[in-house]
């Protein structure tokens, strides 16, 4: 991924990763469902990692930041990834598309389940809309992590920056 997906080409893939091009063949129709089948394992991955995050719900932003430094240093050590991934419209198969949507969904659910809590809790107004606020929250992520790569930013100002925006978004959500 290192000249992003685009760059990409099944020979280079095939010979880095040490497999004949027949054999990436064999189990991916192209680039498209080759990257997909990344993607997809990827946002697993990144679903157990949240897993891992403790949730209170006391401190919804707090709680929220921790998600999303987990977030950050899953994707900081493999940013050509990242940036292949949210900065290429690399797929108009809608079946592609769906298995991404599927796995990303986890991810969101995570999210709405801190908010959900913080909800629970009395700390967020009860009519807050938790499966928006959380897609609303994971767009955010995705915008600062390309800001940050266009813009050569490292982890901590990126994760500065995301606290700030949470913390004025979250004014929204308070009771």
């Known amino acids: 991924m290192s000249h ?3 760059g990409a080409n099944l020979r280079a893939i095939a010979a880095e990763a040490g497999l004949s091009t027949g ?3 064999a189990n991916f129709e192209n680039k498209a469902d080759l990257f997909n ?3 997809v394992t990827e946002y697993g991955l990144l679903t157990e990692a949240f897993a891992k995050v403790p949730q209170r719900g006391e401190d919804v932003v707090g709680d929220l930041l921790a998600l999303m430094r987990a977030a950050y240093g899953f994707f900081w050590p493999q940013l050509p990834f990242a940036q292949a991934l949210f900065s290429t419209d ?3 198969q809608p079946k592609l598309y769906q298995e991404r949507e599927k796995a990303f969904a986890s991810i969101l659910a995570q999210i709405a389940s ?4 913080g909800q629970a809790k009395g700390k967020v107004r009860k ?3 938790t499966a928006l606020a959380g897609r609303t929250v994971a767009t955010l992520f995705v915008a600062s992590l390309q800001s940050a790569i266009q813009l050569g930013q490292d ?3 990126t994760e500065a920056q995301m606290n700030e925006t949470l913390k004025t978004l979250a ?3 308070l009771p």
Do not use: C
């Open 4 to 6: 992003g997906f685009d």
């Open 23 to 25: 054999a990436l063949f």
């Open 37 to 39: 089948a990344i993607a």
């Open 90 to 92: 690399w797929t108009s």
């Open 114 to 117: 801190t908010l959900e809590q």
């Open 127 to 129: 009519d807050l809309n």
């Open 155 to 157: 982890q901590i100002g």
């Open 171 to 173: 004014k929204g959500w």
